[in-house]
């Protein structure tokens, strides 16, 4: 006769990778918190929570979840009501099911994120939770990064998702999609599989079924962790700049009429990289503008290329050089 540990879920690989990934993720989270996870009843996200009930008490922590409906397809209450009583049997308390507008605003993928993701902030709020965890895989990582190469929408989209930032954290960006659904097998959870997610109409779609399978056939495998790796170095780097570009315009910046002024001198001094990041931080800082690359390098040319041309007009600023001194002030 089979006991008590005969029935339990074997700790699989998989299921192991799982956990470790969420305990990491928990870490430093004040014990006696409550985290909400993200909890759509697909793979990913049920393999999180699974590993989230298991590892959160073993914290100090309680753990709850939260279910968005988006209304996109037939059934999709039901569907949430499913992955809903999936996180309650998992031990999940409380639980929550959020009906979402999708506007379409943007982009159907887009309206659905920003309706999803203002859900999730507006429950986080509403019980006090200390965090939201987030599904995200490693393989959705490499998806996000080579869209933002196919776009060319400069680096920042070339980062991918950050594990933290904010109340938001995604445990699996170093868990392949694979092992999340070896993790619902392993355990007995039977997984939603939601047709959206292989339906080509969506761009991610196309580049999850089409493009990263040719790619790894083609180019010998490995590219989902390749495109993995250079989001992670691109955002230490990025990281790292910020933090220089932030020291230094508390010296190089200074308050003028209508806005501010930045010494050229200094300024030129930097190597372009930085530069550009410290004229984008001074005009975010001060006018709540956000520079494309185009504008960015029109004023560094002010910098590094003035021979005595007038102003720059961009969208509500002017900047001008005078003498040592770049002048940005409110048009």
């Not at 590892?55 to 209304?71: I, K, S, T």
């Amino acid at each position: 006769m089979p006991t008590p540990d005969d029935r339990r879920p074997r700790l699989t690989p998989a299921v192991a990778d799982t956990r470790r990934a969420v305990r990491e993720s928990l870490a430093g989270i004040d014990e006696g918190s409550l985290v909400l996870v993200a909890l759509s009843g697909g793979p990913d996200s049920l393999a999180l929570a699974a590993a989230t009930a298991f590892e959160g008490p073993r914290a100090g922590l309680r753990v709850g979840g939260v279910v968005v409906d988006h209304g996109l397809q037939d059934a999709s209450a039901e569907v949430a009501e499913a992955a809903a009583q999936q996180g309650r049997d998992l031990g999940l308390d409380p639980v929550l099911v959020r009906r979402v507008t999708v506007d379409g605003h943007g982009g159907p993928e887009a309206a659905a994120r920003q309706a999803r993701y203002a859900a999730l902030l507006k429950a986080r709020a509403e019980l006090d939770a200390a965090a939201v965890l987030l599904g995200h895989t490693l393989d959705d990582q490499a998806e996000t990064v080579l869209i933002g190469l196919a776009r060319g929408s400069g680096p920042e989209s070339l980062w991918g998702m950050h594990p933290a930032i904010g109340f938001l954290r995604r445990p699996f960006l170093s868990v392949r999609r694979a092992d999340t659904k070896a993790a619902c097998d392993d355990q007995g959870l039977d997984a939603w599989s939601d047709p959206h997610n292989h339906d080509d109409r969506f761009l991610r779609a196309r580049v999850r079924d089409r493009v990263l399978p040719i790619l790894d056939q083609e180019l010998g495998g490995g590219v989902v962790e390749a495109l993995t790796r250079t989001a992670d170095q691109l955002r230490e780097d990025a990281e790292a700049l910020a933090h220089f570009a932030q020291e230094q315009i508390h010296d190089l910046a200074e308050h003028a009429e209508g806005g501010l002024s930045l010494h050229a001198g200094a300024l030129a001094a930097n190597p372009p990289a930085l530069r550009q990041r410290i004229i984008r931080l001074a005009v975010q800082s001060e006018f709540h503008v956000s520079l494309s690359r185009q504008q960015t390098l029109e004023v560094s040319r002010l910098v590094t290329d003035w021979h005595g041309q007038g102003p720059i007009h961009l969208p509500g600023i002017r900047v001008a050089r005078d003498g040592s001194l770049l002048l940005f002030t409110a048009a």
